[in-house]
Every structure is written in C-alpha cells, then in structure tokens.
C-alpha cells in the first residue's frame, strides 16, 4: 500500500490502483475511496471529503440544523459580542435591537430553505463545512435561473411549487447575510463556525452597488406642494423640514410632537432616540390634525401606519412608498428614474434634499449631521449635493484672472473688476492692455484686435 500525504489534513493512499482518503479525529478514523486513479485529481478531490469525513467523526456537541433557531434564541440572553462567549456579566451587556433579531432568522431561514434543496444530506451543524458556507455565499453572489420546459412553463418541484429564478445579492446585502450567519454560530455553542473564514465585500463594491437618491429640484418641490393632498401633503413637508424616513414618518404618533415644534421619535433604522426640531410643521400638522379629529388614532397617518405596522391586518411595508412613488410620476409627473432604469426619487430624496438646501442656507455639516441623526460626518456630506447656484458660487470665488501675455495680475483688484466690470468693459480692457505694450510687435497686436472685436 503507497500512502501519501496531502496538503490538508488528512491521510490518501492507494490501493489496487484507486486512491482512499483516511481521517483520524481523537483515535476515531474514518475512511472513503475517491474513485480515481490520478493522484492530482484525488489531491482536489479529497479537500471536500476529508471535511465531511471529521464531521461524521466529531458529533460532540452536535446540533440538528432543524434546531438552530431554537438553540439560537436560547443562548442568545446569556452570549456577550464582546467577549464571544457566555459569561456571568452577560446581563449587562446592551440587548440585541428586535429588527436585528428577526433579521438574523430570516437569514437563517434562507440558508436552511437552501441546505433542504442542494444539500440534503446535511442534517446536523457539524456537516456544514467551510466549503459548503463558499457554495452558498457564491449562490448568493451569482443567483440561479430554472430553465424552462418545452413549452415555455417554468419547472416545479417535488412538491409541486413553481420554481422561481433567484436574483443575485447586492454586496451590502451579501454582507448583511454573512454578518448574520456569522453571528448566529457564534452565539449557538458549538465551536464551530464555517463562515468565519469568508472574505466580506469591499466598501467599494458596496458604494457601486449603492443607488443614491436624487434631490428634488425647487421647481418640483413647488410642483409636490401644489398638487399634494390627503396624508402626502403633510408627510411630505414632515420628510422634507425634519429629514426623517419614511418608515419613521408614517409611524409617527401625536404624542411625538410638542406645540413648539420638537420632535421626539425612535427611529426604526438604528432603534435610537433622537429630538429633532422643525417649527415650520406645526401650522400643515394642526391643520391635519383637524380633519383626523374623528378617526380617534394615536398615530398621525392612521391607515399607513396600520399597514407598514400590520395593526388589524396583513403587514405590507411597500404600501406607504407604492403610494407616494405613485404621486410623483401620475400626478406630479415628475422622472423618477435615471438612464439605467433605476429609481433615484423617492421619499427618501426629500431627505437628501434637506441636507443639501440647509447647507445651501448656512447650516453647518455637524448642524446637519445631527438633525439628520447620522452616525458620521462622511456619511451627511455624501447626502448634500450642491445646487447649480452653490457650484457658480464657488467657481467665482476660486477664479484668478489669467493675463494674455502671462504678465503677473493683481488678483483682489482684477476679481474687483471681473463683479463688476461688463462683458464690452472687460473688452475694452483688454485692448487698453494691448495699446500700452509695445513689445509685441505691430502685427501681432492688430491680429489679437481683430480676434476680440469679433
């Protein structure tokens, strides 16, 4: 018997002309043919079985993948981020926001729902390897298309249910799953995590992927404030003089809002809470508030909070932002989409286009930075976006004069000149110039006359 060793661990030998694969975990061993006779194509071979062969032999600790969510939710109280580890000062430690905590299941339930269907040999934690966590986050990065059958239907599976193509991951949300997951087998106590080992995507690639909203412009502004009716109106001017997301906006209570224009609201992104100030809302709210004087609802928009919130009913989060997307292309109509198709007006450009006309009107980066209760100053600037005005602004201030002949310039007295001076001034000038420099000769000088005469 030829015995060789592999890069990885593990142990390849031949015999009878077939290369086998032995593993020996704590005096425990388990072996498997490759059935191959090449030695290099055993070498590529034998990575994945020697992972699945260590996780047959390890069941210690073992947990059923079918459990995870509930070994999940159990450890949760007593696991600490900061050490990685249960430890007696864990209830101490700041809990985990309910958005993040129902995010994390879903993203569970997806590699689950995608372990049932490509992997279904795998039933216990232990058999997910790091090569299977790869196959997945490539599956995520690279989506899947069914193939359809002859007659143009898509295929079904066992159970009968259509088949529907799978979309590629965007790199933020690539990120976010492999966050998820990460955390998720960090918290159930196994010891083993397949996907620590797996590279996130660059900031980069997440920016490229990232649609940026447009501000409006003042003229469509004036065009929203003229035609805006019903709950839009106010949840407008509410988006537009405080900043906030949709999702905070139509959650909103009357109970956030003080006569002086305070606004005290937890927002929904980051679970934090913030006081923001915006008294120009409070004349378009009493008015609001006069026709819902009937309605007997805490929430300042009744209807769209019961459908992002799902009170009494199915929740349908997209129902708010389906409604005012609506409002700009059908009544306002106004281009919501760029060149490539995307959506880059929205709700969400009333807030970028706060951030840009206060900055337009005086207001510091850290002023805005903290009305619009960023984290970072870097993230408020990418939100301003500078006005036509504001870029002819600062074309004139960082102007200097250039002098035809390369001669040196009085900078403060020529940009004096260059305010006040008219376009046939400015002309003249420059001919008084060239009448007072005799060193060019005579040719020359009428030549560039006649060019500026023109």
């Given at each position: 018997m030829d015995s060789r060793r592999d890069k990885g661990k593990g142990h390849i030998f031949e015999q009878h002309g077939i290369y086998h694969v032995q593993v020996k975990v704590d005096g425990k061993r388990r072996s498997e043919s490759l059935h191959v006779g090449d030695l290099r194509l055993a070498q590529v071979k034998a990575k994945e079985v020697i992972e699945r062969l260590r996780a047959k032999i390890d069941t210690s600790d073992d947990i059923r993948v079918d459990c995870i969510d509930e070994k999940y939710k159990e450890h949760l109280p007593t696991y600490s981020k900061r050490k990685g580890a249960k430890h007696v000062e864990a209830t101490k430690t700041q809990p985990l926001a309910d958005k993040t905590f129902k995010m994390s299941l879903s993203i569970l339930k997806r590699f689950r729902e995608w372990l049932n269907k490509e992997r279904k040999s795998v039933k216990r934690i232990r058999q997910i390897t790091p090569i299977i966590a790869n196959n997945y986050f490539s599956f995520l990065r690279k989506g899947k298309t069914y193939p359809k059958d002859k007659n143009g239907n898509p295929q079904k599976d066992n159970d009968g249910n259509i088949l529907e193509d799978i979309k590629p991951l965007k790199d933020s949300s690539y990120n976010r799953h492999l966050m998820g997951l990460r955390h998720i087998f960090d918290v159930v106590p196994t010891g083993h995590n397949p996907f620590k080992n797996i590279t996130q995507r660059t900031l980069s690639d997440v920016a490229e992927d990232t649609v940026k909203k447009a501000r409006f412009e003042i003229d469509e502004l004036k065009i929203m404030q003229q035609k805006a009716g019903g709950w839009i109106r106010p949840a407008m001017l509410i988006g537009f003089y405080s900043g906030l997301r949709l999702s905070d906006v139509v959650c909103l209570k009357w109970t956030d809002i003080d006569a002086g224009g305070f606004i005290k609201v937890k927002m929904r992104k980051t679970s934090k809470q913030e006081i923001l100030y915006a008294p120009e809302l409070m004349p378009e709210l009493k008015a609001w508030k006069a026709v819902q004087k009937d309605t007997q609802s805490e929430y300042i928009f009744p209807e769209q909070a019961a459908a992002y919130l799902g009170i009494g009913r199915k929740p349908d989060k997209s129902r708010p932002c389906k409604q005012f997307q609506y409002f700009l292309t059908e009544i306002c109509k106004i281009t919501t989409t760029d060149a490539a198709g995307q959506t880059v007006k929205g709700f969400h450009s009333l807030r970028v286009s706060h951030a840009t006309y206060?900055?337009?009107?005086?207001?510091?980066?850290?002023?805005?930075?903290?009305?619009?209760?960023?984290?970072?100053?870097?993230?408020?600037?990418?939100?301003?976006?500078?006005?036509?005005?504001?870029?002819?602004?600062?074309?004139?201030?960082?102007?200097?004069?250039?002098?035809?002949?390369?001669?040196?310039?009085?900078?403060?007295?020529?940009?004096?000149?260059?305010?006040?001076?008219?376009?046939?001034?400015?002309?003249?000038?420059?001919?008084?110039?060239?009448?007072?420099?005799?060193?060019i000769s005579g040719k020359q000088r009428d030549e560039l006359m006649s060019i500026l005469k023109k």
């Open positions: 206060s900055r337009f009107a005086g207001l510091s980066v850290e002023q805005i930075q903290k009305q619009l209760a960023h984290s970072s100053a870097d993230i408020t600037k990418g939100y301003i976006q500078k006005t036509d005005d504001e870029i002819k602004h600062e074309l004139m201030m960082e102007h200097k004069p250039l002098s035809l002949l390369g001669d040196s310039v009085d900078e403060k007295k020529t940009k004096k000149q260059v305010k006040t001076l008219t376009a046939d001034e400015k002309l003249q000038k420059v001919l008084d110039f060239l009448e007072g420099h005799k060193s």
